[in-house]
C-alpha cells in the first residue's frame, strides 16, 4: 500500500470510526501527530503480559471517549527510534499528545481512569473569542489543523458545541461572538474556499446533519495530500 493511500485509510479510519484503536508505525507516525490535533498513544509490546491487559481498557476507553481524541497504538518493540523520543524504557506506556507536547498518563490501568484523565487535559472543545481580530488570530495558530468557526446566538452556539465535542479530531473550534448572518465558509490548506449548506446555520437537527454531512463530504486530503480543513460559520 503506497503512502498516500495508507494516509488516506488512516484518515478515514479514524473520522469514520471513533472506537477504533488504529495501528501507526513508522511510516504514518509523523503524518498522524501532525494530522491530529489531540492522539492518545499507546505505546505495547506483544510479548508483554501488561501491555495485553491494558490493550482492551485502552479499547474500552476509546469508546467512552466517542471521537473527542484519536486513539492510537504503536509497537515499541519495532518502532525503537519512535519510543526512544518519548523516553519509553518499560512497556507498556500511554501518552497525550496535543499542542505540540506531550504527557504521559501514569493512574490506575483502567479504561474509566484513562477516560476521565483525557478529558480532564483536553479541556472545552470551543475556543471563544469576541472580535475579528481575535478571529484571525486563531485561525493562524491552526497551523495545519481544522478549525471550525461560528457566530451567532446562544442556540448556535450550543449547535456548534456539540459538533466540537463530536468531531474533536478535527482540529479548532471556534465561535465569534455576534449577530451575523448564517454562512458557511470551508477553507482547505493554504488557500481553497468553499461555501458550505446556508441552511447549516439553523440550529435543528436537520440543518445539524446537514453541516456534518458537509464537513465529511470534504474532510479527506486531494490526491493522496495531507491537507487540513478549516470551516467557518458565519
Known amino acids: 500500500m503506497g503512502q498516500a493511500v495508507r494516509c488516506l485509510w488512516l484518515a478515514a479510519v479514524f473520522l469514520a470510526n471513533s472506537e477504533e484503536v488504529v495501528e501507526l508505525d513508522g511510516q504514518n507516525f509523523t503524518w498522524a501527530m501532525r494530522a491530529y490535533p489531540r492522539l492518545l498513544l499507546f505505546f505495547y509490546a506483544p510479548w508483554c503480559g501488561h501491555s495485553r491487559s491494558l490493550d482492551p481498557e485502552v479499547r474500552r476507553a476509546a469508546a467512552e471517549l466517542q471521537g473527542s481524541v484519536a486513539v492510537a497504538k504503536i509497537d515499541a518493540s519495532m518502532e525503537v527510534e519512535i519510543a526512544d523520543e518519548f523516553g519509553i524504557s518499560a512497556y507498556p506506556g500511554l501518552f497525550l499528545l496535543q499542542k505540540g507536547s506531550y504527557e504521559e498518563f501514569t493512574g490506575r490501568r483502567s479504561a474509566a481512569a484513562i477516560a476521565d484523565w483525557t478529558r480532564s487535559k483536553i479541556g472545552s472543545a470551543l475556543e471563544l473569542v469576541n472580535n475579528s481580530d481575535q478571529l484571525q488570530d486563531a485561525l493562524g495558530r491552526r497551523g495545519v489543523h481544522s478549525a471550525l468557526v461560528a457566530t451567532g446566538d446562544a442556540g ?47 440550529s435543528d437537527e436537520e440543518a445539524e446533519q446537514k453541516l456534518v454531512e458537509f464537513m465529511q463530504a470534504h474532510q479527506l486530503p486531494l490526491f493522496g495530500e495531507v491537507s487540513e480543513v478549516a470551516v467557518i460559520l458565519l
Do not use: C, M, N
Not at 450550543?158 to 473550534?173: C, D
Open 156 to 202: 448556535r452556539q450550543a449547535t456548534v458545541k456539540r459538533l466540537a465535542e463530536r468531531f474533536r479530531t478535527w482540529g479548532k473550534f471556534i465561535f465569534l461572538a455576534g449577530g451575523l448572518h448564517p454562512r458557511v465558509q470551508l477553507f482547505r490548506g493554504l488557500d481553497e474556499l468553499l461555501e458550505g449548506p446556508a441552511s447549516a446555520s439553523a
